[in-house]
C-alpha cells in the first residue's frame, strides 16, 4: 500500500516561511517523480511544483521566486521550501508521486490527504 504523508502546513504571517515535508512508502521512490499541488476552496487543483526522479526541478510561475522543491532518495521524503508568503499563497498543499519505470507501479498516481496552509496579513 502506497501512503504520502505531509507535514508542515501551519498558519504564518505574510513574509514568513514553510517547508512542508512529503514521506512515501509503499513504493520505490527514488523512480518517482514527486509534484506539489494546492488547491483553494471552488478551484481545481493546480501544480505549484514537481522535481524528477532525477531531482530536475520546475516550478509554476507565480511561485518560482518563492519556492524550491528538493527531494531525499535516502529519506523517501520530498519538500517544499516556501518563502515570503504572500496571503494569495494560502491553500490545502498535496503531496503528488508518480512512480516511473522500473517500478512495478509506474503509471499509476498517488496522493497525500494534503496540509493546510494559511497565511495571514
Known amino acids: 500500500q502506497v501512503q504520502l504523508v505531509e507535514s508542515g502546513g501551519v498558519s504564518v504571517e505574510a513574509g514568513g516561511s514553510l517547508r512542508l515535508s512529503c514521506s512515501v512508502s509503499?513504493?520505490?521512490?527514488?523512480?518517482?517523480?514527486m509534484a506539489w499541488y494546492r488547491q483553494t476552496p471552488g478551484k481545481e487543483r493546480e501544480l505549484v511544483s514537481q522535481?524528477?526522479?532525477?531531482?530536475?526541478?520546475t516550478y509554476a510561475e507565480a511561485v518560482k521566486d518563492r519556492f524550491t522543491i528538493s527531494r531525499d532518495n535516502d529519506a523517501d521524503t520530498a519538500w517544499l521550501q516556501m518563502d515570503n508568503l504572500v496571503v494569495e499563497y494560502k491553500a490545502v498543499y498535496f503531496c503528488?508521486?508518480?512512480?516511473?519505470?522500473?517500478?512495478?507501479?509506474?503509471?499509476?498516481?498517488?496522493w497525500g490527504k494534503g496540509t493546510p496552509v494559511t497565511v495571514s496579513a
Open positions: 503528488n508521486c508518480r512512480p516511473g519505470i522500473p517500478a512495478r507501479d509506474h503509471g499509476m498516481e498517488y
Open positions: 509503499g513504493t520505490p521512490f527514488s523512480v518517482a517523480n
Open positions: 522535481i524528477s526522479a532525477r531531482g530536475t526541478p
